[in-house]
């Protein structure tokens, strides 16, 4: 398997926090904030390959690297690179965007994890850290600040100095998809970084908040996949709802559920910030 390839846009535009200059999508190992790849990272091309080399990854920043250089699914691929160079909101035209898959953020061996769906386009897709310079992020680091596992109540950019303590967050989905709403079959060629990061987690997992249906259905398909007990019938997905799931080794790792953090919920006003504090502070 080969490096990632150049990206495809000639110029270049500085970082908000550093003031480097990066292309767009930017390449592995060119001095991006906390980008964990390097221009020998393997890639992952296809559905195999992405089985193979999540199998293989032995920690949590070996299996970030591995992600962020990801091009198994290509409508993903040509769908944030096209944003990343020509599809840019306004607002960021100035600013150069990441491009690429993105990795989990926060500690290996946190107790609690975070199960989302996917990058946003002008989200995650721009800053390269998940839930970092969107209206979506904006409320789960408010969030997680108040209740204790976040240095900072809001995240621009990579590299602002945020911290996550306790707790680590990751998505089903690791592209940006258009509409937000990634194929099934994406989601089944994405599943076994997910898989293997429950794996990795395992050890210290305390509990897993999912974010949204999508969040709560990847993660009980792919516990059960790894041998986890889960009750029967299949644990209905809502707000607040919690699911006991056993391990092999008899460890207890509570599944808790909310409504995703997306515009949707929050300006409507079917997510508050008192709901999403109730269910942080079960974590």
Known sequence: MSPAPRPRSSGTDPHPVTGQEFPSPVPPGTGWPDDPATADTPVARTATQVARLARRAENVGELDALVTVCRACPRLVDWRESVATTGRRASFADQPYWGRPAAGVGPAGAPVLIVGLAPAA??????????????????????????????????????????????????????????????????????????????????????????????????????????????????????????????????????????????????????????LDEVIARL
């Not at 850290?129 to 992020?137: K, V």
């Not at 258009?178 to 076994?192: D, G």
């Not at 997992?205 to 999508?214: H, K």
């Not at 644990?235 to 949707?264: C, E, M, N, W």
């Open 122 to 275: 002008n989200g995650a897709n721009r800053t390269g850290r998940m839930f970092t310079g969107d209206r979506s992020g904006d409320w789960i680091y408010a969030a997680l600040h108040r209740g204790g596992f976040a240095t900072q109540a809001a995240s621009d950019h990579a590299g602002d100095g945020l911290e996550l303590h306790g707790i680590r967050i990751v998505s089903a989905v690791r592209c940006a998809p258009p509409q937000n709403k990634p194929t099934t079959q994406e989601k089944a060629t994405c599943a076994p970084w997910l898989h293997r990061e429950l794996e990795l987690a395992v050890p210290t997992l305390r509990s897993i908040l999912a974010l949204g249906s999508i969040g709560w259905d990847a993660t009980l398909r792919t516990v059960r996949e790894m041998g986890w007990t889960v009750p029967r019938p299949k644990p209905k997905f809502g707000h607040g709802a919690v699911a006991d799931l056993i391990t092999p080794g008899g460890r207890t790792v509570h599944l808790v559920g909310s409504y995703h953090v997306s515009q949707q919920n929050t300006f409507t006003g079917r997510l508050t910030e008192a709901m």
